[in-house]
C-alpha cells in the first residue's frame, strides 16, 4: 500500500515537472536500451534539431509573406514526453471513472414538494416546520452534490487530480465514498506503478538497470547501470570490464 501511496504522490508531484520538460530542448543522457540505444538518442536529437530548424525555418517564411502577423518563435516540443503525459492521464483517469462507479454513492436526493391541494397542513407552525426541513435538506443535498471530494465524469480530469482521488481512496480519506476492497486496491497500485515508472522515465529521475541481450567477448553478462541524470556506464560481470558512450574506460 505504501508503495502505491509513494507512485501517485510522484505523479502528482512531478506533473509540472513534465509540463516544463515537454517544451524544453532534449536533454541527452537518458538510460535508453543500453549504450547503443545511447548513441541512438543521440542521432535522434539530431534528426529533432533538424526537424525543429526546417519547421523554424517555414515559420520565419510564412512571417516574410504576411508582415501582419505578430508572436514568438514556436518553441520546439519534446513529444515523447506528450506522448507519456497522454498516456499517464488517460490511464489514471480511466481508473478513476471505474473506481468511482464503484465505491461513490450517488448523491443524497433533494426533498420533494408536498401537495399541500390534497395534503393541506392544518397549522401555520406545522407549515414552517415543513418548510425550514425541506431548506435544511436541499441544502445538505446540494452540498453532498458539488462536494469537492466526489469524483466528476466532466470538468476537471487530469493525471494529478486522478492520482490524488486515487490516493484519497487508497488512504481511506473522508469522503462520498465506501472503502476499497482488496481488488480495487490492487488495480489502483498496478495503474499507479505504471503511470509513475513513465514520468520517471521520461524525466530521468529514477536510477535503472538493465542486462543487455548481447554477452561480452568473454563470456559475461553487460549490465548498463544508468537514470537519474548519469551518463549511462557498462559492466561485464565476467571479465570486469567498464564501457561508457566513448568505449573501454576500465579492463
Known amino acids: 500500500m505504501t508503495t ?23 536533454t541527452i543522457g537518458a538510460f535508453g536500451l543500453g549504450l547503443r ?17 526546417r519547421h523554424q525555418a517555414a515559420h520565419l517564411r510564412s512571417l516574410e509573406r504576411d508582415p501582419i502577423q505578430l508572436g514568438d518563435r514556436p518553441v520546439p516540443v519534446r513529444l515523447h514526453i506528450l506522448d507519456t503525459m497522454r498516456a499517464v492521464e488517460a ?8 473506481i ?14 408536498r401537495r399541500t391541494a390534497t395534503h393541506p397542513y392544518l397549522t401555520q407552525r406545522e407549515a414552517d416546520i415543513a418548510a425550514a426541513d425541506r431548506a435544511r435538506r436541499a441544502k445538505l443535498a446540494h452540498a453532498d452534490l458539488v462536494d469537492p471530494r466526489r469524483w466528476r465524469y466532466t470538468g476537471r480530469r487530469t493525471a494529478p487530480y486522478a492520482a490524488l482521488w486515487l490516493l484519497a481512496r487508497i488512504e481511506r480519506a473522508p469522503g462520498p465514498c465506501r472503502r476499497l ?5 490492487r488495480r489502483i497500485g498496478t495503474v499507479a ?9 521520461a524525466l530521468d529521475i529514477a536510477a535503472q538497470r538493465r542486462t543487455l541481450a548481447q554477452p561480452c567477448v568473454c563470456g559475461g553478462e553487460i549490465d548498463v547501470h544508468g537514470g537519474e541524470g548519469r551518463l549511462p556506464l557498462a559492466h561485464c560481470t ?14
Not at 37 to 53: K, P, S, T
Not at 91 to 98: E, K, S, Y
Not at 238 to 251: D, Q
Open 4 to 26: 502505491t501511496v509513494t507512485h501517485l504522490r510522484t505523479i502528482a508531484l512531478h506533473w509540472t515537472d513534465l509540463h516544463e520538460a515537454a517544451g524544453q530542448p532534449t
Open 37 to 53: 540505444g545511447y548513441l541512438a538518442r543521440l542521432d535522434q536529437a539530431d534528426a529533432e534539431q533538424l526537424e525543429y530548424e
Open 91 to 98: 490511464a489514471l483517469v480511466a481508473c478513476a471513472d471505474d
Open 100 to 113: 468511482a462507479h464503484h465505491v461513490q454513492r450517488a448523491p443524497i436526493a433533494g426533498p420533494t414538494a
Open 181 to 185: 476492497t482488496e481488488d480495487e486496491a
Open 193 to 201: 506503478a505504471g503511470a509513475a515508472e513513465r514520468v520517471e522515465r
Open 238 to 251: 565476467g571479465c570486469g570490464r567498464v564501457w561508457s558512450e566513448g568505449g573501454v574506460i576500465a579492463a
